[in-house]
């Protein structure tokens, strides 16, 4: 394990008996760890963001039908129990199609356990877990290839240990580019409304000793004019096969301001993240999120006047993306090749 990995945080830890969820509503200001005991309360820790992330919540809800199975097991109906937990589960949040993967794999397992159901449902949530980090780690140096000699990335959101199994998929491929000393400068968007670069992304960079350098999501324009940044790196939601991305809201505007000013965006994201079942974007469903996220509290009684457009994702079209990187792979203009060679 390498003295970064082992420094970064962790959104999510498995006891054996129950899931502990790092929340992220409160950080950086309070690192408070919520228990959950039941697929319930991890379907509530989902939708209220206290874990959020694509990959991050697709583990999280892996260990959600564990602790169903865990419930329920070995009363009459048992499976019916948990299946109703997982559809709860999938209920918790639409873009992220991480979250529908995990719950597939669970969903088939438990349809025909091979052996004692606790035991082998647990098993399969901890691979899931364990096989996030490797694939993130994997992808880290292969993004880090491709940057090259880049020295300085503009990031969005938060897509880094917090957000999935560990390491991260920009932020993964930031840690590898900065371990191996060419990237010296990394820019986070503060992501508004959530502000997860703001209040995430900037401080996991510098609990690992990575410097970061906050911008305000409306400076990025005149970031990218000033020459500042070679790269924009983000992570993915949803990668349909077309190359089309589903990811942060915020992420599209990047993407059409980088074309303009030359600069390079890479998508990092683990297999996981891609949904061949979608030809296009088009078809993604965009999470709305709350009202009460985006307008100030004066604005929320019944009568007022004033009310908010919350879409908490976009899709960027694959021709405006330089390169997706995963852990199998990498496609270097997915707008011209589109992603089928990434399949399985
Ligand atoms: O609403 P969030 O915070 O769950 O959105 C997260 C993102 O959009 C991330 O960029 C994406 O999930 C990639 S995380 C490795």
Not at 140 to 155: C, K, N, P, Q, S
Not at 186 to 211: H, S
Not at 303 to 332: H, K, Q, Y
Request: charged letters at 20%; glycine letters at 8%.
């Amino acid at each position: 394990m390498s003295d970064l990995q082992q420094l970064s945080v962790q959104a999510l830890q498995w006891s054996g008996q129950a899931l502990k969820v790092l929340d992220q509503r409160v950080l950086p200001a309070t690192i408070t760890y919520d228990e959950y005991q039941d697929a319930a309360g991890v379907a509530e820790a989902i939708s209220s963001m206290r874990v959020r992330g694509a990959p991050a919540i697709g583990i999280a809800a892996a260990y959600g039908v564990v602790l169903s199975a865990m419930r329920h097991y070995p009363a009459d109906n048992w499976r019916d129990s948990v299946e109703q937990d997982i559809e709860r589960l999938a209920a918790s949040r639409p873009t992220a199609v991480n979250l529908f993967w995990a719950l597939e794999k669970m969903r088939a397992l438990l349809a025909n356990p091979s052996a004692e159901p606790i035991t082998t449902l647990t098993a399969l949530a901890e691979q899931i877990h364990a096989e996030d980090l490797a694939a993130n780690q994997a992808m880290g140096e292969r993004g880090a290839d491709i940057l090259g000699d880049a020295r300085a990335v503009l990031t969005h959101c938060n897509a880094g240990a917090l957000a999935t199994g560990g390491y991260g998929t920009a932020l993964g491929v930031i840690r590898s580019a900065y371990r191996r000393g060419r990237l010296q400068q990394v820019y986070a968007g503060e992501t508004r409304p959530w502000l997860q670069g703001a209040r995430l992304t900037v401080w996991e960079l510098a609990q690992d000793g990575i410097p970061a350098t906050l911008i305000a999501d409306s400076a990025a324009a005149w970031l990218m004019k000033s020459g500042k940044i070679d790269w924009i790196v983000v992570g993915a939601d949803r990668i349909t096969a077309n190359g089309d991305v589903a990811n942060k809201i915020g992420t599209y505007s990047l993407a059409v301001l980088a074309k303009r000013h030359g600069v390079k965006m890479m998508v990092a994201a683990p297999s996981s993240t891609f949904d061949f079942s979608l030809e296009s974007g088009d078809s993604i469903e965009i999470e709305q999120r709350s009202a009460q996220e985006l307008l100030p509290a004066c604005y929320l009684q019944a009568d007022s006047l004033v009310s908010a457009w919350n879409p908490v994702f976009d899709v960027t079209p694959a021709e405006l993306i330089s390169a997706i990187v995963t852990e199998r792979g990498a496609v270097i203009d997915p707008g011209k090749h589109g992603v089928r060679s990434l399949q399985i």
